[in-house]
């Protein structure tokens, strides 16, 4: 089917127009409303000059503005762009002009910073502000967008090809974020299996008419998506699924802006009565489970019959919170290996404590391939990095250099290859060690961060950890790891000897930092400089006595050349 979101979406707004379509605190927008919303501001960025293969970029936090603004820019073309919320002024500036961005919507409370963007990005021709303006700066020649959407005439629909794109710009939490190239077809065909296929879809509609048919079915049977993305929209996860719900006329739920608020979360899923729930891993889930639990401690529990999904990726989500949630309802949780520049690689999907522990297993575009390009044989231990031969993006914006690295043929075969390691078990099943460019050197043994953090993440008192190498001048590098936990009398020491049993002792961080939380991007990522330094800053701590410094360099040969008993 070669056409863009946008023909699809117009198609069923046609169809469904009085469904909810958008429900956001206090606010429901019905399909009619959506569409009309939307060509009113496609209207508006077409008379900026704005128009096919110009950017949109949306820095915005989640709401029905930042899916109009999608939805404006795919009716004339435009290419749709994520902008990280908690950008800071140089890092929005440096993002939108790598971009070239052409226009620029955004919520009222970040205006400080794109003032200076304003000033610094001379491709921007139309700057939109959602809502009250914060303290700062002021934008000029900002319109506020319900009052550019009252006095500007709805566009008329028009179709639009598959060919169309979409950026998703990686988190660049260990570099300069790249904007991934996705040709809205492809993306189309990516959603098959999570959006289609639950509705009984075996095959992807082959004409707008069909694709319709499948919504309206879906609406009137009940079966169509109630989904809430708790993750910001600018994760690639919670954009892309928020906008499959709609392809099959499914309602996207949002909670209130700002950080996120536990208790308002699972008390919007009672209220909206949300199926699906989106999330990244521990960092999102760890708060919605402590949040339960208190609620029961409380005498207050909450009502979870409504949600019958839990949709994860972009970084571990522990079987201990699975557990928690089982425990609790009746979920299918679906835990995915994927990235920006493809797949799903993987999925670990588990439906009752019963199917702990979770393990992962391969899509069959999924391979695994060794540095010479063989397949990893499974049982083997080897390592290699994961291969998906699925829809995948056309490649990195500006970047033919990284597209090549990155985008290659195999065999006669495209795949996409970010770089993620990964060893097969005898049976298939994919144990993820992480990117490969994070791989830690410590004596001539190589340690996965990924095994790491699932070991100290297994302990039940942690509730996030960060494993990252730092310079060591007897090794190399040796292991360091940040950890959160809650408990305030747990010790480095203890956590060292819980791993023990789990990993070689070359793998048992030295330096483990304790503290109550560690701050997060919205994608769900951690700053590795900021952890190094950390831990970097940790190892310089108090002088060590010569006894000690002595043990610890034997604890440390010990480690890394065990004597018989191993």
């Given amino acids: 089917m070669d056409v863009s979101f946008g023909a699809i979406w117009e198609a069923v707004a046609r169809a469904l127009p009085d469904e909810i379509a958008i429900s956001e605190p206090g606010r429901d927008y019905t399909y009619a409303e959506f569409e009309d919303r939307a060509a009113r501001l496609a209207a508006a960025l077409s008379e900026a000059g704005v128009g096919p293969g110009d950017k949109v970029a949306c820095y915005l936090y989640n709401g029905a503005p930042y899916l109009e603004t999608v939805f404006a820019s795919l009716k004339i073309g435009a290419v749709p762009v994520n902008a990280n919320y908690r950008y800071t002024q140089g890092e929005l500036s440096a993002l939108l002009a790598d971009a070239d961005a052409a226009a620029l919507v955004f919520s009222g409370e970040l205006a ?25 700066i002021p934008v000029p020649e900002a319109p506020e967008l319900a009052g550019l959407l009252a006095r500007t005439a709805p566009r008329p629909a028009e179709p639009r090809p598959g060919s ?8 660049g939490t260990t570099g300069k974020p790249k904007g991934v190239i996705w040709r809205q077809a492809d993306l189309l065909h990516s ?7 639950p509705l009984g879809v075996r095959t992807l509609p082959e004409t707008v008419d069909e694709a319709v048919a499948v919504a309206v079915t879906a609406r009137a049977d009940g079966s169509a998506p ?3 993305p708790v993750v910001p929209l600018m994760h690639a996860t919670g954009l892309f699924n928020s906008m499959g719900a709609l392809l099959v006329g499914g309602r996207v739920i949002t909670a209130r ?37 208190c609620a029961e401690e409380a005498g207050r529990p909450h009502d979870l019959s409504p949600l019958r999904s839990v949709l994860s990726s972009g970084m571990a989500l522990s079987d201990r919170i699975k557990q ?18 493809g797949g799903p690689f993987a999925f670990a999907i588990t439906s009752s404590t019963a199917d702990l522990p979770s393990r992962f297993f ?36 500006k970047d033919s250099a990284k597209t090549s690295v990155t985008f290659r043929t195999i065999c006669g075969i495209r795949y996409a290859i970010p770089g993620d390691l990964a060893q097969v078990d005898t049976d298939g099943a994919i144990r ?7 791989v830690i050197n410590t004596g001539g043994e190589k340690v996965h961060p990924h095994e790491v953090e699932e070991a100290l993440l297994a302990h039940p008192e942690v509730t996030d950890a960060v494993v990252i190498g730092i310079a060591d001048d007897t090794w190399g590098e040796q292991v360091a790891a940040v950890v959160a936990t809650p408990n305030p009398a747990l010790t480095d020491s203890e956590l060292r000897e819980a791993i023990r049993s789990r990993l070689a002792g070359y793998k048992v961080p030295r330096v483990i930092v304790i503290q109550p939380a560690l701050p997060r991007t919205p994608a769900g990522k951690i700053e590795q400089s900021w952890a190094r330094q950390v831990a970097r800053q940790a190892a310089r701590g108090p002088a060590r006595t010569g006894s000690e410094a002595v043990q610890a360099g034997c604890d440390d040969l010990a480690d890394k050349h065990p004597g018989p008993s191993g």
């Fill in 362 to 397: 391969p899509v069959p575009a999924t391979k695994v391939f060794t540095p010479l390009d063989a397949e990893v044989a499974p049982g083997s231990g080897q390592v290699g990095v994961l291969a998906y031969s699925g829809p995948m993006p056309v490649g990195y914006y």
């Fill in 432 to 438: 993820f060690l992480g990117r490969g460019s994070g």
């Fill in 164 to 171: 169309d794109q979409i950026f998703m710009y990686t988190g």
């Fill in 226 to 228: 109630a989904t809430m």
């Fill in 191 to 197: 959603l098959l299996v999570p959006i289609f296929q």
């Fill in 257 to 293: 802006q700002g950080s996120m608020d536990a208790r308002h979360v699972w008390e919007t899923v009672t209220r909206q009565r949300a199926g699906t729930i989106i999330v990244a891993g521990n960092a999102v889930c760890q708060p919605l489970v402590d949040e339960l639990v």
């Fill in 324 to 341: 928690a949630l089982h425990e609790r309802a009746a979920v299918t949780i679906v835990d995915a290996i994927a990235s920006s520049e």
């Fill in 112 to 136: 400080a910073n794109v003032a200076h963007a304003a000033a610094h990005v001379p491709t921007l021709r139309l700057l939109v502000q959602v809502g009250a303006a914060g303290t700062g």
